[in-house]
């Protein structure tokens, strides 16, 4: 063996011990988030464009949680933290905390699904909250505006939906957070974004701690018809009809992969839902 490679194997020694460190804190970290479903296969997406978070790593940037081994069902979608308990949400809120019910909106702006998501809310008079993704609002910066204008509210959704944020340092997470930010603010400067959600759920001390830094607060959800997984506009409703209660924060996507069937359930599931409940845009002065 020459010198050469004799280096070279030892930096890749190095490598892989550090990537298991990585690895290992990670699995620490999910375990503290935990009943999280086993591994599988995603539901990915066909669409031809846009995001899909389905297929994605969580990110490509150095020092990002591996996904292989110890990544979550989600990979990239919302959805896997349903039956956590409050142990595992270091303090992140899952309902409205009032008899009002929330409808949420996670990975858009998306120019296919939110404009349909949009029309379908102005059309029931109802206002929910966005938790756009960065890089999504600064591609689509005119929908980031639109949501604004017709009075719902904002939520941080990390710059590239990274589901393993929680377990990078704080300086990374925060840089992350700010960089969204900073996103939706060249769209609306001066709206509001008072709320952050981690993608997956997959919440994490340093996660939640830079969040509220940022005057932030960890928002999760309550309801989850994983519609992610696309299991169709008719279960996507039964589920969200069945499980609503007052207080609710309810789970959907307008964007990540096809959503046309969360658009249908939308479409199916206001009528029911503005009958029994008053429907709110969680607010920008959370306490
Ligand atoms: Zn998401």
Same mark, same amino acid.
């Given at each position: 063996?020459?010198?050469?490679?004799?280096?070279?194997?030892?930096?890749?020694?190095?490598?892989?011990?550090?990537?298991?460190?990585?690895?290992?804190?990670?699995?620490?970290?999910?375990?503290?988030?935990?009943?999280?479903?086993?591994?599988?296969?995603?539901? &990915?997406?066909? $669409?031809?464009? +846009? !995001?899909?978070? #389905?297929? =994605?790593?969580?990110? *490509?940037?150095?020092?990002? &949680?591996?996904? $292989?081994?110890? +990544? !979550?069902?989600? #990979?990239? =979608?919302?959805?896997? *933290?349903?039956?956590?308990?409050?142990?595992?949400?270091?303090?992140?809120?899952?309902?409205?905390?009032?008899?009002?019910?929330?409808?949420?909106?996670?990975?858009?702006?998306?120019?296919?699904?939110?404009?349909?998501?949009?029309?379908?809310?102005?059309?029931?008079?109802?206002?929910?909250?966005?938790?756009?993704?960065?890089?999504?609002?600064?591609?689509?910066?005119?929908?980031?505006?639109?949501?604004?204008?017709?009075?719902?509210?904002?939520?941080?959704?990390?710059?590239?939906?990274?589901?393993?944020?929680?377990?990078?340092?704080?300086?990374?997470?925060?840089?992350?957070?700010?960089?969204?930010?900073?996103?939706?603010?060249?769209?609306?400067?001066?709206?509001?974004?008072?709320?952050?959600?981690?993608?997956?759920?997959?919440?994490?001390?340093?996660?939640?701690?830079?969040?509220?830094?940022?005057?932030?607060?960890?928002?999760?959800?309550?309801?989850?018809?994983?519609?992610?997984?696309?299991?169709?506009?008719?279960?996507?409703?039964?589920?969200?009809?069945?499980?609503?209660?007052?207080?609710?924060?309810?789970?959907?996507?307008?964007?990540?992969?096809?959503?046309?069937?969360?658009?249908?359930?939308?479409?199916?599931?206001?009528?029911?839902?503005?009958?029994?409940?008053?429907?709110?845009?969680?607010?920008?002065?959370?306490?």
């Amino acid at each position: 063996m020459t010198r050469g490679s004799s280096t070279a194997r030892a930096a890749g020694i190095v490598t892989l011990v550090v990537a298991g460190l990585l690895g290992s804190a990670y699995v620490l970290g999910r375990s503290l988030v935990s009943d999280q479903p086993p591994p599988h296969s995603t539901g &990915a997406t066909t $669409s031809a464009d +846009g !995001p899909h978070y #389905a297929d =994605q790593p969580s990110t *490509g940037e150095p020092g990002a &949680a591996p996904s $292989s081994s110890a +990544g !979550p069902a989600e #990979a990239g =979608q919302d959805g896997s *933290g349903r039956d956590a308990g409050g142990d595992n949400l270091f303090g992140a809120h899952s309902t409205t905390g009032t008899p009002r019910l929330a409808l949420t909106f996670d990975d858009g702006p998306d120019p296919r699904y939110t404009p349909q998501v949009l029309a379908l809310l102005s059309e029931y008079d109802v206002r929910a909250t966005f938790c756009v993704v960065g890089e999504n609002a600064q591609n689509h910066p005119e929908l980031v505006q639109s949501i604004v204008d017709a009075g719902h509210t904002l939520c941080n959704h990390s710059w590239h939906h990274d589901v393993g944020l929680g377990a990078r340092s704080a300086d990374a997470i925060r840089s992350d957070l700010l960089r969204t930010n900073a996103a939706i603010r060249a769209a609306v400067p001066n709206a509001p974004i008072v709320w952050y959600r981690q993608p997956g759920g997959a919440w994490t001390y340093p996660v939640v701690s830079v969040a509220r830094q940022l005057g932030m607060t960890p928002l999760h959800w309550s309801v989850d018809p994983s519609d992610w997984e696309l299991p169709g506009a008719s279960k996507i409703t039964a589920t969200v009809l069945s499980q609503a209660e007052p207080g609710s924060v309810v789970l959907l996507h307008d964007a990540g992969g096809d959503r046309q069937g969360t658009v249908e359930a939308l479409r199916r599931i206001l009528p029911d839902l503005t009958a029994r409940f008053e429907l709110e845009a969680l607010p920008t002065d959370p306490t």
